[in-house]
């Protein structure tokens, strides 16, 4: 930006013909002079002719002149583009969220977001169920699981894979399992969906295992789950990324490393989706942006 501002003063000498000209607006005479004095120590050549009767251009300065200009149009078109472009991301965009999706990672994200498109505002829905989306009058949603193959346009946000985990302080009192048969002396805590069941199944070098299991608390809702882990209940089968945030802070753990979860009938990446009938709008095209970047700097920590 330093360099930005030198190449802009050099424009402002050159049309007013003088440096003290110049410095009339903002700056003083001495700190006109040193910025196009550093301006050509940079570039290795004078780009301009100093003499009692004023200033003027050189070859190489005039030549530099004329792609500065070009530089300074390109950039102020860009900032009132990139100006344009925000101020038309405005009105309210209905949004349906998974419950824990939208819980524990987005709306946490959300203040950055909504920072830097003061004009947009969010209508959230939370639901575990697929709204139609053209009857609800929903922009844009987070779905996860098989994916319908019309009427919608699909970005995926993130694989599906579950893991293994608890609280630090569990661990502490009943001790870590190593292999999933260990299990059985342990509470795991059961979501009540009837493709989930009451059994873990596991697979390591192409040796599947299924264990059955049982703990202390069985509910339908994810989030119930996690509070329950986080609070030293025992341990829960949950997506990695939904507990990222409580494992690099210490608050889970993951266990049975060496073990991969295997997917069951539902598992399924996780998308974001809108209807194909409405095309894409500038304020859909920003939050799917923003989803796909969000999910991205989570797969990558």
């Not at 200033?55 to 200009?69: D, H, M, N, Q, V």
């Not at 209905?94 to 824990?100: G, P, Q, T």
């Not at 098989?146 to 993130?158: C, G, H, K, S, T």
């Not at 697979?203 to 329950?228: C, F, M, Q, Y």
Request: aromatic share 6%; proline share 4%; hydrophobic share 40%.
């Amino acid at each position: 930006m330093e360099e930005l501002a030198r190449i802009q003063t050099f424009i402002k000498v050159v049309e007013a013909g003088s440096f003290s000209a110049a410095a009339r607006d903002s700056s003083s005479t001495s700190s006109v002079a040193r910025q196009i004095k550093s301006l050509e120590d940079e570039l290795g050549v004078r780009l301009l002719n100093r003499n009692t009767r004023g200033i003027s251009l050189s070859e190489p300065g005039r030549l530099f002149y004329e792609r500065a200009c070009k530089l300074a149009s390109d950039l102020s078109n860009a900032k009132s583009e990139a100006q344009s472009f925000q101020q038309s991301v405005k009105g309210t965009l209905k949004v349906s969220l998974r419950v824990s999706t939208g819980t524990t990672v987005i709306i946490p994200a959300l203040p950055a977001f909504l920072d830097a498109y003061p004009e947009l505002s969010l209508d959230i829905t939370l639901t575990d169920e697929r709204q139609d989306l053209v009857a609800n009058h929903i922009d844009v949603a987070v779905w996860m699981g098989q994916l319908p193959n019309a009427d919608i346009v699909a970005r995926r946000l993130i694989p599906s894979q579950r893991i293994v985990c608890g609280a630090p302080g569990y661990f502490k009192r009943y001790g870590v399992p190593v292999t999933p048969r260990e299990l059985d002396r342990h509470s795991c805590l059961l979501f009540t969906a009837p493709q989930y069941g009451s059994t873990w199944r596991f697979h390591r070098d192409g040796v599947h295992e299924e264990v059955p299991v049982s703990g202390k608390l069985r509910t339908g809702n994810v989030l119930a789950l996690l509070s329950g882990a986080l609070s030293g209940l025992g341990m829960i089968m949950v997506h990695e990324w939904m507990v990222r945030a409580q494992i690099e802070a210490g608050a889970l753990a993951r266990v049975l490393h060496d073990y991969t979860v295997s997917p069951i009938s539902t598992d399924a990446d996780l998308h974001v989706v809108y209807p194909s009938s409405r095309g894409m709008s500038l304020k859909v095209r920003v939050f799917v942006d923003f989803l796909i970047q969000l999910f991205e700097r989570r797969a990558g920590a």
